[in-house]
């Protein structure tokens, strides 16, 4: 049982708080009995888990490497407020290419629980991939994975030039559809679905930037009906998903 905190390996797992120590390492740090259970059974490959040893652990996890550590070593690697006990070091997948008919282009949002949410949601909704712009906030922050209660693990993610990506996607016979409140905007709901769409969604404030804006095929709005000036863009985002996917299966 690993009881310091001076431990190398605990000064290891605890760079994984860190953007920097992710990248150079490429692996990330997940906790909870739910994330840890989820990057399993969706076959990421996972190096080791760490656990107290009061925590009793799933059959599978004999599969695994498991390194035993004190309660006080587990509060020191811990980004929860209050930690279950387990916790595990995940490779971070390859990115692929992607598939289907339906694809979410996040670009700069930088609030971790927004990108949570939309991963999630872009998961229940069954959309078939996510690109995420250069300034969107790191996918393997810890407040983005808990906010996706596992469906990161569940679809295909990848951060790439989203104007590289626009291209390809143009090329593949996607329609891109952008939200913006702009007076060329259309609501969403009067426009005319093409089999393929990416749907493009921006940064909290600013919105989406200009150079992607402008290679949309189509402006998209909500209607807002009372008195606030706008949508949250995880909501937003939730709304357009699944108008998307419901009209796709009443075609």
Same mark, same amino acid.
């Not at 994984?16 to 909870?32: A, M, N, S, Y």
């Not at 888990?49 to 390194?67: C, F, G, M, N």
């Not at 393929?196 to 709005?221: C, F, H, P, S, Y």
């Given at each position: *049982?690993?009881?310091?905190?001076k431990n190398n390996k605990?000064?290891?797992?605890?760079?994984?708080?860190?953007?920097k120590g992710?990248?150079?390492?490429?692996?990330f740090?997940?906790?909870?009995f739910?994330l840890v259970?989820?990057?399993?059974?969706?076959?990421?490959?996972? &190096?080791? @888990?760490?656990?107290?040893?009061t925590?009793?652990?799933?059959?599978?996890s004999k599969e695994?490497?498991?390194?035993?550590?004190?309660?006080h070593?587990?509060?020191?690697?811990?980004?929860?407020?209050?930690p279950?006990?387990?916790?595990?070091?995940?490779?971070m997948n390859?990115?692929v290419k992607?598939?289907?008919?339906?694809v979410?282009l996040?670009d700069?949002?930088?609030?971790?629980?927004?990108?949570g949410? *939309? @991963?999630?949601t872009?998961?229940?909704?069954?959309? &078939?991939?996510?690109v995420?712009?250069?300034?969107?906030v790191?996918?393997?922050?810890d407040?983005?994975?808990?906010a996706t209660? !596992?469906?990161?693990?569940?679809?295909?993610?990848?951060?790439?030039?989203?104007?590289?990506? @626009?291209?390809e996607?143009?090329k593949?016979?996607?329609?891109?559809?952008?939200?913006?409140l702009? &007076?060329d905007?259309?609501?969403?709901?009067e426009i005319?679905?093409?089999?393929?769409?990416?749907l493009?969604? !921006?940064?909290?404030g600013a919105g989406?930037?200009?150079?992607?804006?402008?290679?949309?095929d189509?402006?998209?709005?909500?209607?807002i009906?009372?008195?606030?000036?706008?949508?949250?863009?995880?909501?937003?985002a !939730?709304?357009?998903m699944?108008?998307v996917k @419901?009209?796709?299966?009443?075609?």
């Amino acid at each position: *049982m690993i009881t310091s905190v001076k431990n190398n390996k605990v000064k290891v797992w605890r760079k994984l708080h860190k953007r920097k120590g992710r990248i150079d390492t490429g692996v990330f740090l997940i906790e909870g009995f739910h994330l840890v259970e989820e990057a399993w059974k969706s076959e990421w490959t996972i &190096d080791e @888990i760490i656990a107290i040893d009061t925590i009793e652990l799933p059959d599978w996890s004999k599969e695994v490497s498991v390194e035993c550590v004190s309660d006080h070593v587990f509060q020191h690697i811990s980004q929860t407020k209050a930690p279950q006990g387990i916790a595990a070091i995940v490779k971070m997948n390859e990115p692929v290419k992607l598939g289907g008919n339906n694809v979410l282009l996040i670009d700069s949002v930088q609030d971790p629980g927004n990108l949570g949410t *939309m @991963i999630r949601t872009a998961d229940a909704s069954g959309f &078939d991939g996510i690109v995420l712009g250069n300034e969107t906030v790191d996918l393997y922050n810890d407040k983005v994975i808990r906010a996706t209660q !596992g469906s990161l693990f569940h679809i295909p993610i990848f951060q790439a030039n989203l104007k590289r990506e @626009i291209m390809e996607l143009k090329k593949n016979g996607f329609n891109i559809w952008a939200t913006a409140l702009s &007076d060329d905007a259309k609501a969403y709901n009067e426009i005319k679905k093409s089999d393929k769409i990416a749907l493009m969604v !921006g940064n909290e404030g600013a919105g989406i930037q200009t150079e992607l804006l402008q290679l949309a095929d189509t402006i998209v709005t909500i209607p807002i009906y009372g008195k606030a000036e706008s949508l949250n863009v995880s909501v937003a985002a !939730g709304i357009l998903m699944y108008h998307v996917k @419901i009209v796709a299966s009443s075609n």
